[in-house]
Each structure stands twice: as structure tokens, then as C-alpha cells.
């Protein structure tokens, strides 16, 4: 299992900007098996409940999603994350998430995903490089990885529109059927 990643001083411990003080970080979770058909869950940032819980994706829209993802037999192959460890959203500037990228990408090597949801602009100009064009859409990167957007959790709540997380994964479901494992049964 995935999991949270090991608990040593370099993990839970940062002072490369001034989000992170001691104990601030929120760790990565997930479920599914090192390098074998993961799907990787990207925000921007921990949530106000994700600081307190030290959970990430552990508040009510979490929930949520957790939930959804459950119900579309998606949950045990998904590993969630955050570009930027400590802080919430309102606080992230460009300068955080430069501190945080090396992290973030380390993580992303060690767990080599087939797949990410990045959910909002940041997320997915980490991995493409680019900017966006429009809220949702699939993409196959250079590496055969598949890349699906969609708007971040953030927009969802204030739009009281959950609709996306359904339309995200059911690409999901099918890109992975498709280009993943085309004997998985969800």
C-alpha cells in the first residue's frame, strides 16, 4: 500500500518559505500499489480541515469525493496529494509552490502514477507546463501517462456544483480501460 510517506525529519519538516513551520505539513495518502496503475489526485493545497486533521482530502468535500470515488470503484488505485504541503489555498503565491516543487516531485517519481486528476490551474500547469485550455479535458502526455483536469475543489464548493468530480471520472474509468488495464473491473 501506499500510504502516507515515511515519517523522517526531511519529510515532516520544511523552511523553505513562510507557510511551513514545524508539524504544518500535511502528507499524501492513498491507497493502490507503488507503480501499478495508481491514479494521482493533485490540489493545490491542503485544506483548512486537512491542516487541522493532517489528512489531505479530509474535510467535507473530501468526504465527498473519497465517496465518489468509492462508488465508482476508483478509490483503492488513487493517491492524494498537494503541490504545496503547508497553508491552504488563499495562502499559496507563486513562491510556494516553487519551494514545494522539488518535493512534489520526488513524490511523483516514487509513486510513478499512470494516471493524474489534477483538479484547478495550478495542478495542472505543474504537470503540463502549460496553461490550461478550459476547466475539463483528457490529455496523453510525451510519457503515455493520461492527464485528466478538471476545476479545483475550491470552485466546486463556491459553485455548489459537484458534477465535475462525476464527468472527471468517468474519463477516468474509461482512459484506464483503455490505455491502463483493459481487464479491470470497476
Not at 7 to 31: F, H, Q, V, W
Not at 144 to 163: C, G, H, P
Request: aromatic share 8%; with cysteine; glycine share 6%.
Amino acid at each position: 500500500m501506499l500510504g502516507e510517506l515515511p515519517k523522517d525529519e526531511t519529510l515532516d519538516y520544511c523552511d523553505a518559505c513562510e507557510l511551513c513551520i514545524r508539524n504544518s505539513m500535511t502528507p499524501s495518502r492513498g491507497n493502490g500499489v507503488d507503480r501499478s496503475g495508481t491514479i494521482m489526485h493533485l490540489v493545490t493545497a491542503p485544506s483548512p480541515a486537512d491542516c487541522r486533521s493532517k489528512i489531505i482530502l479530509s474535510g467535507n468535500t473530501g468526504k465527498l469525493v473519497r465517496r465518489i470515488l468509492n462508488d465508482k470503484g476508483l478509490l483503492n488505485l488513487s493517491y492524494f496529494t498537494s503541490i504545496v504541503k503547508c497553508g491552504v489555498n488563499s495562502q499559496v503565491k507563486s513562491n510556494h509552490i516553487s519551494s514545494c516543487f522539488p518535493r512534489l516531485k520526488r513524490e511523483i517519481e516514487r509513486i510513478n502514477p499512470s494516471m493524474f486528476i489534477v483538479y484547478g490551474k495550478n495542478p495542472y500547469f505543474i504537470i503540463k507546463g502549460s496553461e490550461a485550455k478550459g476547466m475539463e479535458g483528457i490529455e496523453l502526455l510525451p510519457n503515455n501517462k493520461i492527464l485528466i483536469r478538471t476545476a479545483s475543489l475550491e470552485y466546486m464548493k463556491v459553485q455548489n456544483d459537484y458534477s465535475f468530480l462525476d464527468r472527471a471520472y468517468d474519463i477516468a474509468i474509461d482512459a484506464y480501460r483503455k490505455f491502463i488495464n483493459k481487464w479491470v473491473n470497476f
